[in-house]
């Protein structure tokens, strides 16, 4: 009898620490910040071929654009989409 109810506790916190593994504020992000990064990365291509990679504006957002794609590859896409927004404001010029 212990040992029916050791291993349906053991299989209890598995399945609760299982779900604690992702953050809930990344769940259905991922295609946000994939968009999101090639819409940027194009962006600062435009910018760079108009002359403004030597701005303070442009370096910031390659920045942010580099820093975003590391989230993505972490699977924090809520970061990535946040630093994704901030790159794209800093090349329109908001």
Known sequence: ???KILFHASLLMIFVLAGC????GDIGLG???A???DAGYRELNQAEAN??????AWSKA???L???KIQQ???EYQNCVLKVRKARAYLSGN
Do not use: Y
């Open 21 to 24: 593994t992702q953050d809930r």
């Open 31 to 33: 295609g946000q910040c």
């Open 51 to 56: 002359g403004l990679s030597g701005t303070v």
């Open 62 to 64: 390659a920045t942010l």
């Open 35 to 37: 968009s999101g990064l």
């Open 73 to 75: 590859q972490f699977e």
């Open 1 to 3: 009898m212990p040992r």
């Open 66 to 68: 580099a820093a975003a």
